[in-house]
């Protein structure tokens, strides 16, 4: 395993989302950022707003000064010894890691069956069922297990010992609290790269499996049964996530694009079967749930992500005479430009309906 690949799974163990900064990701081997961005591992995060300053090396505020003529914006951070001290638009772009690509990218070479479902909220989540091994096993992923309270997040989500839960990078330790203790595997001894491909090694798991589970098995019959389908209302509500998501990700692609460049892009809607393969179910339930009469939010965030000025507009970038967008001047703007999708954009929708 790549260094890179085990920081970047180490980093989702702690705080949410782990944010990757250019200063971050410069001293990386040549690719590796452009491997992890299209592996699905990382994403363009919001603009920094917070730089080490070249000159003295403390951590200043980043604002943001508009050329009056040109109308073009650029970055600055005050400095105690030498004032003024201009920032490279490349220094103020980040990177994320949530937990949902961190699934999507993993995974994905596993043929698992029943929705995902979080079940500990930030903690663990119910991936769905696969065959490993000769029988039906449960899997999950959990992270924070090495924490003090892990015998109370594993008693919340109520894992059978036959389940197999999957963490980033660090194991729980020995706690006589949890009885029949599920197979933890950490994904840094089952996840490499292939080439330019995030390898998922389940034969590894299998042996993993097989002696740990081998007793167990011996003991319980394996008894076959349909998978788990969820209700259009499940169903609409992991759409109307993943578009929240999207919309998140598209707000601070559209002003990341506006700082850099002066020109807001809009990032495309993902697509329905891209869903519905995402969420592991038929397209038919896709294209259902969005004509439900209870997916009014969801078709709300739908059209609203096909317009640039309104996502722009709910970012706090309202376009001012035509032009292409409002750019912060002050650290307080940088900060409070933000907005929140889940609340912001469903209250909307409530007022539209």
């Avoid at 969801?298 to 970038?317: K, M, N, Q, T, V």
């Amino acid at each position: 395993m790549s260094d890179v690949l085990a920081k970047m799974l180490t980093s989702a163990e702690g705080v949410y989302p782990p944010i990757f900064s250019f200063d971050d990701v410069s001293p990386w081997p040549a690719g590796e950022l452009e491997r992890c961005v299209a592996a699905g591992l990382l994403r363009p995060g919001r603009s920094a707003t917070v730089l080490t300053c070249p000159e003295c090396g403390e951590s200043e505020e980043v604002f943001l000064l508009q050329n009056s003529p040109t109308k073009r914006s650029h970055a600055y951070i005050r400095c105690a010894e030498v004032g003024l001290v201009a920032i490279a638009w490349e220094r103020l772009r980040t990177w994320e890691l949530t937990f949902m690509q961190l699934m999507d990218a993993v995974f994905a070479e596993v043929t698992l069956t029943g929705l995902r479902e979080e079940i500990v909220h930030d903690r663990v989540w119910r991936l769905g069922k696969t065959r490993w091994a000769g029988a039906s096993r449960s899997v999950y992923f959990a992270r924070g297990l090495h924490r003090r309270d892990t015998w109370q997040v594993l008693k919340q989500a109520k894992l059978t010992p036959r389940s197999v839960v999957f963490v980033p990078a660090r194991l729980p330790e020995t706690d006589t609290r949890v009885d029949d203790m599920p197979l933890v595997i950490p994904l840094t001894a089952a996840v490499s790269w292939d080439n330019e491909v995030l390898h998922f090694d389940q034969s590894y798991v299998e042996a993993e499996i097989a002696g740990t589970l081998a007793t167990l098995d011996s003991q319980t019959a394996d008894k076959p049964h349909s998978a788990p389908r969820g209700s259009r209302l499940v169903v609409i509500e992991m759409l109307t996530r993943e578009m929240q998501e999207h919309l998140r990700a598209a707000r601070d692609h559209a002003v990341d694009t506006l700082n850099r460049t002066g020109t807001p892009q809009l990032l495309p809607r993902p697509q329905r079967d891209f869903l519905a393969r995402k969420l592991g179910v038929h397209k038919s339930s896709v294209t259902r749930a969005f004509q439900d009469d209870e997916a009014r939010e969801l078709r709300f965030l739908w059209e609203l992500a096909a317009d640039l000025d309104r996502i722009l507009h709910r970012g706090g970038y309202a376009p001012r005479d035509g032009a292409r967008g409002h750019v912060c001047r002050t650290p307080e703007d940088f900060g409070t430009a933000r907005f929140s999708v889940s609340t912001s954009i469903g209250a909307s929708a409530g007022r539209a309906h």
